[in-house]
């Protein structure tokens, strides 16, 4: 799956401080049924930029750029926004086949992500480095949100920490992401 720049953030929007490369971050829209052109689409046009957004955003067809990788994106708070080259948001859909099929694609671009900037495929563990959900950095002072995604959503799915942790370590075969610069 390729990304789609459609949406991506021009030079002069969001920011141009490089995260250090601490966690990778994972996301859930909280929008039911919304696909990821629509609120990818939202993020670059009806959200103030200097305050909102996140880097990639993945449904079952399409994952679109917002921000550029590497760089500060404002969608996990303070201080945890400093410290993610990449957050990811995850489509919500009510559809099981196409959740699912969403949610493979989303663990193998936070796998992606991970190995791209050297972060363990490790699970909201105690660890400095790590995939982290955005509910992870809440409780442990990393946002200054009250966010508690993507666990609401997985709950729903039938998808447990465990689960999530497993697929993060093996990624899925047959559901390969080509790598794209």
């Given at each position: 799956?390729?990304?789609?720049?459609?949406?991506?953030?021009?030079?002069?929007?969001?920011?141009?401080?490089?995260?250090?490369?601490?966690?990778?971050?994972?996301?859930?829209?909280?929008?039911?049924?919304?696909?990821?052109?629509?609120?990818?689409?939202?993020?670059?046009?009806?959200?103030?930029?200097?305050?909102?957004?996140v880097?990639?955003?993945?449904d079952?067809?399409?994952?679109?750029?917002?921000?550029?990788?590497?760089?500060?994106?404002?969608?996990?708070?303070?201080?945890?926004?400093?410290?993610?080259?990449?957050?990811?948001?995850?489509?919500?859909?009510?559809?099981?086949?196409?959740?699912?099929?969403?949610?493979?694609?989303?663990?193998?671009?936070?796998?992606?992500?991970?190995?791209?900037?050297?972060?363990?495929?490790?699970?909201?563990?105690?660890?400095?480095?790590?995939?982290?959900?955005?509910?992870?950095?809440?409780?442990?002072?990393?946002?200054n949100?009250?966010?508690?995604?993507?666990?609401?959503?997985?709950?729903?799915?039938?998808?447990?920490?465990?689960?999530?942790?497993?697929?993060?370590?093996h990624?899925?075969?047959?559901?390969?992401?080509?790598?794209?610069?």
């Amino acid at each position: 799956m390729k990304r789609n720049y459609k949406y991506a953030l021009s030079d002069n929007e969001g920011s141009s401080q490089l995260a250090t490369p601490r966690f990778i971050i994972a996301h859930s829209t909280a929008t039911p049924n919304g696909e990821a052109w629509a609120v990818a689409r939202n993020m670059k046009t009806s959200i103030s930029t200097a305050q909102t957004y996140v880097h990639l955003v993945i449904d079952d067809k399409n994952i679109y750029q917002v921000g550029e990788l590497g760089y500060v994106a404002w969608g996990a708070g303070s201080p945890a926004n400093g410290m993610a080259p990449v957050q990811i948001e995850l489509c919500e859909f009510t559809n099981h086949k196409r959740a699912m099929k969403a949610y493979k694609h989303y663990v193998n671009w936070l796998r992606w992500s991970a190995k791209k900037y050297g972060i363990p495929l490790t699970l909201d563990d105690s660890k400095a480095k790590g995939i982290k959900t955005h509910a992870w950095l809440v409780q442990h002072g990393y946002s200054n949100t009250n966010h508690t995604d993507p666990w609401g959503y997985l709950a729903k799915l039938g998808i447990t920490k465990e689960q999530f942790q497993h697929d993060l370590k093996h990624g899925f075969s047959g559901v390969n992401i080509e790598l794209t610069k």
